[in-house]
Every structure is written in C-alpha cells, then in structure tokens.
C-alpha cells in the first residue's frame, strides 16, 4: 500500500524539512533516509507540491511526500477560511491521487494535525464520476495513519461522502438521474435510518396543495415531477422547531420556450444542485447523527419546451394565491421554490435555507470563489458564514434592498413578474427579491449556488465537474445549530 506523508515549509533558512509528527516517526522507522533523501531533491517543497519515493519500508513500497505549507496557518481573514484546513485538504488530495496513479489500492493518509481535514482530502480528490464508462480508474481505499485522529477522520470522510454524493447527482446525465430517480435515490440512502421519513409526493398531491407556479414548469415535460419531503427526527424531542431545508430541483434546464443557447446547456442536467446539496446534507446529518430535527423540501421536474410549456407572458398562481408573470421561461427555479417555500411555512421553521443554482448573474458577480447568501436574519448569517470558514466552501452576503424588491413588483399582469424589469441588471438580487415575497419567517436565508455549481480547476481537491459545493457548509450549518441552544 502507500503513504502519504505531509511536510511542512521550512522556517529556517537551511533547507531542513519540517515533518508531521507521524513524518518524523516513519522518517526515523526508515533510519532518516526520508528527511536525507528529501534534502538531496534539491529546495524544500512548496505548498501543494509532491515528492514520490520507492523502495523506502516493505509495508509501504510507495511514499507521496506533500507540501502543506506554512506550520501554524490558521484563519486568514483576507481569504475567510481556514487555510491550515485548506492547505491540509489540498495536499492530501494531491498526494492520494499520485497514489492512484501508481495503480496501488490501498493509502494510508497522514492526519496532518487536523485528521477530519485530512479524510476530506482524501475522499473529496479521489471521486470521480465514471459510472458509464467501461475503463475506470482504479479504485483508491484511504485510511488513516496511525490511530490518533481516528474519530476526527472519519467525520471528515463523513463530511465528503455527503459532498460525493451530490456530486454524483448532479453529474449523472438527466436520462438517469430523473425526478422520481432522484427521488428513489435520496430514499434509498436513508432507508437504513428508523428516524428519518421520506414522502415521494406525486402531481397530484401538487395540485391538491395548489402549486400552480411549479406544477406551470412541470407541465412542459413528459417527466412528472415529484415533491420530495424528508423528516429527519434528530432531536431528543421530536417536536422541536425543525431546520427546513428547500433545493430546486430542476433535473434539466433546456431554459423551456426561452430556450438557452446549445452550448454548454449538457452542464444544465447539474440545475438540481440546490436539491442534491440540500438531500445530501440530510443524509450527512443522519449519518452523523446530529440531535436536531431537519425537513428536507426538494420540488423535482424538468423544465423543456413543448407545446404544454409555459409561454412568455403567461401569468400562474402560486400557492399562497399570487399571482406571477413568467416573462421569461428560464427563470423557472425561482417558480418552484416560490411554491416549495410557501409550504416551508407549514412546519414552525427554526429557519428556512434554501439553495439553487438560480442565476448566471450570480455566476458572474461571485464566480466559483463563494456561494452568495440573501437573508433576512443576521444570526443565521453569522452561523453560515462561521461554518463556512471551517469548511473552506465558503459564502459571502448579498443585498436584500426594497430597491429590488420594487423591480419585480412593478409588473404590468400580476402581482409579481419573475424577472427584474431592468432585465440583466443585478440579476442574482432580483432573484432574491422575488423569493423573499413568499417569505415570512423572520429566519430565511437563499443560496444562490450558480457559480459554484462546477470545478474546473479552482478548488484543487475536487476533480474537474461537478462540485456538490456547498454541502459540507450546510452540515456544519446545521452542526453548530444543533449545539446553539439560545435561539
């Protein structure tokens, strides 16, 4: 098997490698050929950079030496993450992928100091969605080294296994991953747990809770859609306030009449992330077996062009009876949570999250560096943002101004139009201001998780595709709910 081992920038002047406690074990196991031969490889490493050594020890015939920077890195405030956590994160992804490389099956993973982020490392670079090819990589199994950390490892393998999960959901092509599909999916993977209820509600349960803003998506495609709602009972008592979690879950975005243009639409089978973030979270918080209780809202369909769709100028009624003038067919994430939120409602919400991938505006304001939060409650901005900078998947406020909110109530048809009627200006916010009149809980906040939706290559420990970010934050999330009592 092989070994990853982490070392540190040197802070003398001389070169010297300054190993993790368990390098410096396995440097004096080997009588101290590691640290020699790392100095004979020239000047020390740099963060994120590996070195590779055979033939050192019988049990590990291959060892991935990584660079995790500086020593007693912690939160940069610049950057709002911890970057100890980053840095840890990063090289060990790295160091586990040369592992695969080498086609070994089995790594044993250096705790670095802070196992969980470790094990997210590990779990988080090693994934790949390959399922429909024939030539696979070869399957990589990370362990922990040594038996310090092992209860913090297996949180962080915990924490990535969620992550994983909406990864795979949302890179899956829309053929396999269909409204009921996504559905059977999330239930499947909560079946094992006697505290945990999933109803897989169909269009006529919609129509009978009058969701006429979703069901109008809905009706441009032969897929039925289905109300996905998951009731996990974590709390000693069950009838404590639940967290409600929302996710759009649009399985394919062709933009309906308003259709998008053919480049780049193959990315709209991943317009379910704010359902696979949301479920995933779920999933992650039963594993962990957080003591809260938490509903999961997730309103499935697709959204295409047919003679069934939704047309330009087309006024729906949503459920808390107002009326929308859908100007454009494209902006049909926000219709269905409208709906999905209205229900939210129904439940005496601690607070209520919801995450889509609603907007490109969001996408360009942003980019892939945070997911951008609108909310209506500074204490469950300071919850989010404080989880964020632990998980390093990080969030950065937005605008909630009536400035907005008059932009799409100022609407020639229907008591709100879906779109701003400055059309592309301050896209993201207008989105938000439309959702916010179908709230009136006093803890709200949406996600706007467009531009972090996929990877290319700027989070190093995710592969190219889809991210499944911001799951690991919207665990943490509710982690430190679960122990903040004061509210």
């Known amino acids: 098997q092989g070994l990853v081992l982490g070392v540190y920038s040197s802070e003398k002047d001389d070169g010297t490698a300054q190993f993790t406690s368990a390098g410096d074990a396995f440097d004096r196991l080997v009588s101290g050929k590691l640290r020699e031969l790392l100095s004979l490889c020239g000047p020390p490493l740099k963060k994120g950079k590996t070195r590779v050594f055979h033939g050192l020890h019988q049990d590990f015939p291959s060892v991935v030496v990584v660079g995790l920077g500086k020593k007693n890195a912690g939160v940069n405030d610049q950057e709002n993450w911890n970057e100890g956590k980053e840095n840890i994160r990063a090289a060990v992804a790295v160091g586990c992928r040369q592992i695969q490389d080498l086609e070994i099956p089995c790594v044993e993973v250096d705790p670095c100091g802070d196992a ?242 609603l907007t490109g505006a969001m996408d360009v304001a942003l980019g892939s560096a945070a997911t951008g939060v609108f909310t209506n409650s500074s204490w469950l901005w300071t919850h989010l943002y404080e989880a964020s900078i632990l998980t390093g998947d990080r969030v950065w406020r937005m605008p909630l101004f009536e400035h907005y909110t008059k932009q799409v109530t100022d609407c020639p048809l229907a008591d709100v139009s879906n779109i701003g009627k400055y059309s592309r200006s301050g896209g993201a916010c207008t989105a938000a201001a439309f959702l916010k009149e179908f709230v009136t809980a006093s803890h709200w906040a949406h996600l706007d998780i467009a531009g972090v939706m996929s990877n290319k290559d700027e989070v190093p420990y995710l592969r190219k595709g889809m991210a499944g970010r911001p799951t690991r934050t919207l665990v943490e999330f509710a982690a430190r709910l679960s122990q903040d009592s004061h509210n």
């Open 116 to 357: 969980q982020s470790a094990a997210e490392g590990a779990v988080l670079g090693l994934h790949e969605y390959n399922e429909l090819k024939q030539k696979k990589k070869p399957i990589v199994t990370p362990q922990l080294h040594g038996s310090a950390e092992s209860e913090a490892w297996q949180k962080g393998v915990i924490y990535a296994e969620g992550q994983n999960l909406a990864r795979y959901l949302m890179e899956a092509p829309a053929n396999y991953i269909t409204p009921i599909k996504f559905a059977e999916h999330i239930e499947q993977k909560l079946r094992s747990f006697s505290n945990v209820k999933v109803h897989i509600r169909p269009e006529s349960w919609i129509t009978t809770e009058q969701m006429g803003a979703f069901l109008s998506v809905a009706k441009g495609s032969s897929e039925p859609p289905i109300f996905l709602e998951i009731h996990y009972l974590g709390a000693a008592n069950t009838d404590d306030s639940p967290l409600v979690f929302v996710g759009k879950g649009v399985t394919f975005d062709s933009g309906g009449i308003s259709l998008k243009p053919s480049s780049g639409m193959d990315a709209m089978r991943a317009d379910m992330g704010g359902a696979a973030t949301v479920c995933s979270a779920i999933v992650t918080a039963a594993t962990l077996n957080l003591p809260l209780n938490i509903i999961g809202l997730a309103p499935l369909c697709e959204n295409m062009p047919s003679g069934k769709a939704n047309k330009p100028g087309d006024v729906v009624r949503a459920k808390n009876g107002k009326t929308i003038q859908v100007d454009n067919t494209d902006a049909e994430g926000r219709l269905l949570l409208a709906d999905a939120l209205c229900y939210a409602h129904n439940f005496n919400a601690r607070a209520i999250v919801n995450a889509a991938t």
